[in-house]
């Protein structure tokens, strides 16, 4: 699959504070708007927990883990009952324990459990809880801890609460276990009964576009089969980044690149993140080696203004600004852009990469 990101899974969150209420922001993806929310409440209410666990998920979007962590923190610390603190912690802990992957990372993926199992516990209809459960238990290798069965049991706890958002977490869980033919009756259900779902056709186009899915049904099929899903989204995707982003990786991958920037260029003007599309630019430019300059243009654009969540953060904008330079054979300047990425995460392995290949 392509985004870990997944534990960014966002729910509804009842308003557990007068006059204050995050989650309409941050399951629509507004993770800016909702960090900007989040931190002028607490310039007025420094010990509202609710605040700090919003900031903390905004910041896991916007790949801040070590704020987010600290914001989470302080949000348990506050009311350690509060199941939107620990989500926010679990997610924190957990996205921090993937990015390592090594024996240090064990305590954190173990304490990231924890706290996703109190979240569930303390409030069992909160539906974020439940897909970060589910999908960290489906991402952990066995041995720490991870189990299909138990993914599967999570979307099945889902379905009680969110029938909509349990088939995704079924279908998606299916597809990484390479059970294709498994997860797609899942996903169909999930976009007839909310067709429109941007997180629900994102991830159809993510889990049909996956490694999993190819080997079940072979690279040819899969490309056909994405071009036709990209196109029939096309027309109800109107300006909203996310879908948008979804068909144009869609259409990447089964090799129309042109198409990809046609569609992600016209809807620049218009889209409600402006910034994912301009990254989708620089995605499509690194990839495909066409467009360079106004890949390079985008991504420089990218760089000078706040970047919505759920992307991969600046770092990924400097990795492809690096790959684009590569293609144009200026190493120095790749190797500048890698050495970027990995100043905000030193842990970046697709950006170690491209600074061995340049070396």
């Not at 999993?212 to 490309?223: A, F, H, I, M, N």
């Not at 027309?235 to 990786?249: E, F, H, K, M, N």
């Not at 190797?335 to 995460?345: G, H, N, T, V």
Request: aromatic share 4%; charged share 25%.
């Amino acid at each position: 699959m392509r985004s870990l990101p997944a534990i960014v899974f966002l729910a509804a969150l009842p308003a557990l504070g007068a006059g204050y209420a995050p989650r309409a922001d941050l399951d629509a993806g507004r993770y800016l708007k909702a960090l900007g929310d989040a931190e002028a409440q607490l310039k007025q209410e420094p010990g509202n927990a609710l605040a700090w666990a919003a900031k903390s998920q905004a910041l896991i979007a916007l790949v801040r883990l070590p704020e987010a962590l600290a914001a989470a923190d302080k949000a348990v610390e506050l009311q350690p009952g509060l199941a939107d603190a620990l989500l926010a912690r679990g997610m924190a802990r957990g996205g921090a324990a993937l990015q390592q992957m090594n024996i240090g990372s064990i305590g954190k993926i173990s304490a990231a459990f924890n706290d996703l199992r109190a979240a569930v516990q303390a409030d069992p209809k909160l539906v974020a809880a439940w897909m970060s459960l589910g999908l960290a238990y489906e991402q952990i290798p066995g041995i720490l801890g991870g189990s299909s069965r138990k993914a599967l049991e999570c979307a099945q706890n889902l379905k009680q609460v969110d029938a909509v958002r349990g088939e995704l977490l079924q279908g998606t869980v299916l597809a990484m276990a390479g059970k294709w033919p498994e997860a797609l009756p899942c996903f169909n259900r999930a976009l007839a009964a909310a067709p429109g779902d941007p997180e629900v056709i994102y991830g159809y186009l993510d889990a049909l576009g996956s490694r999993e899915t190819r080997k079940v049904l072979g690279s040819v099929p899969q490309k056909r089969l994405q071009i036709q899903e990209a196109m029939r989204f096309l027309p109800g995707a109107q300006s909203r980044a996310r879908v948008l982003t979804a068909i144009c990786d869609a259409l990447l991958d089964a090799d129309l690149p042109e198409d990809a920037w046609r569609i992600a260029k016209g809807a620049l003007a218009g889209t409600d993140a402006p910034s994912l599309m301009r990254l989708e630019l620089g995605k499509i430019a690194a990839r495909s080696g066409r467009h360079p300059e106004e890949g390079l243009a985008a991504l420089d654009q990218v760089l000078r203004e706040p970047l919505e969540g759920g992307s991969g953060g600046y770092g990924t904008a400097h990795w492809r600004r690096g790959q684009i330079l590569q293609g144009l054979g200026r190493k120095p300047e790749a190797r500048a852009a890698a050495e970027a990425a990995l100043r905000i995460d030193p842990k970046d392995a697709k950006a170690q990469r491209l600074l061995e290949d340049l070396r």
